[in-house]
């Protein structure tokens, strides 16, 4: 290092296996935002780490073309969790940038902070003009439109930055909720977090559960609720970042792109329906799991963890075993009602795709009835509704709509093929059958489900049962699953199920150093 040139590592926002190195006459600490070249091309990166010695010849490394003022730095705890992110998911810190910080977003700010140096030229300009001599009418119309300049520009910028509440108290072990009341549950944590003036984080599977979740805490937390998905436009999404960067206590409500903002003072961490399967990023890298990656986040930051789920998953129930987190409430069994289907049509008990007690049982209920769908093909579907309940409306959905849209007022909740919903040969098919029924019964309060495999959606089979059977197969969460699959199509190359002990870390390293071209890995993969 020459005494007028320092040298950094900058992340860019491309899949890159090593951070590039660039010169910078100045000082730069992690996290500031600059713009270099690569190749012919010209990026927005971050500091990635200050170097004593590059291990380039200095006459080799090029120089950045400018910092980025007025743009917000990356916080430490930002860093630290695409590190975390990188390491564990086998991607690039660049994929991991890339996805905290998409296109939009930046140019969202660097037109924020185009504007701010638009309206800072226009107060100099008008300060300039006050310097002189005007007379009271004048000088009282220039005052106004310098304090009409300063609003603008101080509610561009945001609320000025605070800081982090000190003598935050020890977080605890991450607690898991698993009563259908549990959501009542969070409301007295976040008053908490919010009092000692921390944010906190919601974190919810998909859209449809953030509007539900909303109606609860809108009325308890108004206007210190911000919602976060990518139903929201890009300016309101801007407006919770920076709320989030001033430090003023606030409650996140998203999904799993939530995870990326720039917390300052966080302090819970909520992660409601965590067994769902669509917490898994699939595509593109980095294909993290944003229950686990919230477990992580909260540590960084020294947060409270708080879980909910009525049937959790194995992995947060081992868990509970291991003593790393701890269960605030029994797990209940799903109390759906459940129609042996081949042994309905033995009996002759089977009308087309219905069987004669779910026929009942329609007959029987008074209010609106929804019709869950696998195979079945709407429009046959219409056609056995209509023969068999002439008159009479329903709303037939598929798993994934119910979960985005809800059952509105349901009576009732018939699954017509219940093993459709689950993988007949993948090894958490018993596990998901559960956590499905736990899930439909907070639909409706009556769930019919009819399936060939009764044993599966019955909860007949123990947490213990489903436990000893992983850990003799060696499946997980005894152990982590990494597939190698195919770019593009996704195709499943190879399967390792990695012990998880001391070794984890080399073994996916191992992996990584093997990889093929045209392939990545999947770790912790749900289909």
């Not at 939009?104 to 638009?118: P, Y």
């Not at 945001?158 to 800081?163: L, M, S, T």
């Not at 770019?487 to 870390?505: I, K, N, T, Y």
Request: hydrophobic share 40%.
């Amino acid at each position: 290092m020459t005494a007028d040139r320092t040298y950094i590592e900058v992340l860019l926002p491309v899949k890159l296996r090593w951070v590039p190195t660039y010169g910078s006459p100045v000082p730069l600490e992690p996290g500031r935002r600059v713009c270099v070249t690569l190749g012919r091309k010209r990026y927005d990166g971050v500091v990635w780490r200050t170097l004593d010695r590059p291990d380039l010849p200095p006459e080799r490394i090029q120089d950045i073309v400018s910092v980025q003022e007025g743009l917000p730095d990356v916080t430490p705890e930002e860093l630290r969790f695409w590190e975390f992110l990188s390491g564990y998911y086998l991607c690039t810190p660049g994929e991991v940038y890339k996805a905290a910080y998409p296109l939009l977003r930046q140019r969202s700010e660097q037109t924020a902070a185009g504007i701010v140096v638009r309206l800072e030229q226009q107060l100099a300009r008008k300060e300039e003009q006050l310097a002189g001599r005007h007379g009271e009418r004048v000088r009282q119309r220039l005052e106004a439109e310098r304090d009409a300049l300063r609003a603008r520009i101080a509610a561009a910028r945001g609320p000025e930055a605070g800081h982090p509440p000190a003598g935050v108290s020890d977080p605890g072990k991450p607690q898991v909720w698993s009563a259908p009341e549990r959501r009542q549950a969070y409301l007295p944590a976040i008053r908490q977090a919010l009092s000692e003036g921390g944010q906190v984080l919601v974190l919810t599977p998909e859209i449809a559960f953030c509007d539900r979740l909303e109606a609860i805490l809108t009325p308890e937390f108004g206007s210190r609720l911000h919602l976060f998905h990518s139903g929201r436009t890009p300016v309101r999404r801007r407006a919770v970042a920076e709320a989030l960067r001033s430090g003023v206590p606030a409650v996140v409500l998203g999904t799993r792109s939530a995870l990326f903002l720039p917390f300052r003072s966080l302090r819970l961490v909520i992660v409601d329906e965590e067994q769902d399967p669509a917490y898994k990023q699939t595509e593109p890298a980095p294909r993290y799991h944003g229950r686990d990656a919230a477990v992580a986040l909260a540590g960084i930051h020294g947060a409270r963890v708080m879980l909910g789920a009525a049937v959790p998953s194995l992995e947060t129930l081992l868990n509970v075993r291991l003593g790393k987190y701890t269960l605030q409430q029994t797990p209940l069994p799903a109390a759906a009602e459940i129609i042996d289907l081949p042994a309905e049509r033995r009996k002759n008990g089977l009308v087309g795709t219905f069987s004669r007690k779910l026929i009942a049982a329609i007959r029987e209920t008074e209010g609106p009835v929804v019709l869950l769908r696998g195979w079945e093909k709407p429009d046959l579907l219409r056609e056995e509704t209509d023969a068999l309940f002439p008159g009479r409306e329903f709303r037939v959905m598929t798993l994934t709509a119910l979960s985005r849209e809800g059952a509105a007022d349901a009576a009732l909740l018939a699954v017509l093929q219940a093993d459709a919903l689950v993988s007949r040969d993948d090894f958490r098919a018993d596990e998901r059958a559960a956590q499905i029924v736990g899930v439909l019964c907070q639909f409706a309060p009556r769930v019919i489900v009819q399936t060939a495999v009764p044993a599966r959606f019955d909860a007949s089979r123990s947490t213990d049962d489903l436990l000893a059977e992983r850990r003799q197969f060696g499946f997980p969460p005894y152990t982590r699953l990494v597939e190698l699959r195919r770019q593009g199509s996704g195709e499943v190359l190879e399967r390792h199920f990695l012990p998880r002990d001391r070794s984890l870390a080399a073994r996916k390293a191992q992996l990584l150093d093997g990889l093929q071209d045209g392939c990545y890995l999947d770790v912790d993969p749900l289909d």
